[in-house]
């Protein structure tokens, strides 16, 4: 598993921990952070979390537009978190090839998630592709 592929996953903890409590992500990265228990999260998982924090809005707005018959909060919550990291790097990394980052995200789906996970998110995240190019521009 590459050091990115790594990052991903801790983020994913820390977005579906905030999740579950109904709690800011930056709040549960500090707390992360401050841990002397926890494993270090690493620069990349951090700048995930971060950027997830700064442009959520925007992503969960691009999330729900293009989950076609689907809400947030009808999403299994790992799905949603790995949508989220995945929808940061399509629009706002432009250093992560947009392949990179679904076939990552289709990845971590396929082990952490349902039978039918790895599809959707493929789908949701194809649909942001074809836009990506000019979300970027904005």
């Not at 579950?20 to 494993?39: C, M």
């Not at 989220?84 to 396929?110: N, Q, T």
């Amino acid at each position: 598993m590459s050091a990115r592929s790594k990052s991903r996953k801790r983020a994913l903890d820390v977005l579906y921990a905030a999740d579950a409590r109904n709690s800011d992500p930056l709040d549960v990265l500090t707390e992360r952070i401050d841990s002397e228990e926890a494993a270090p999260l690493g620069e990349y998982a951090e700048t995930l979390v971060r950027g997830y924090a700064e442009h959520a809005q925007r992503i969960d707005d691009l999330l729900g537009e293009h989950a076609e018959g689907w809400t947030l909060d009808r999403m299994p919550a790992v799905d949603r978190a790995i949508l989220r990291i995945a929808v940061y790097e399509l629009v706002y990394s432009p250093d992560v090839p947009a392949a990179v980052a679904v076939d990552e995200a289709v990845e971590m789906a396929k082990t952490l998630s349902t039978d039918n996970s790895p599809r959707f998110i493929n789908g949701v995240l194809g649909q942001i592709l074809t836009i990506a190019p000019q979300l970027r521009r904005v």
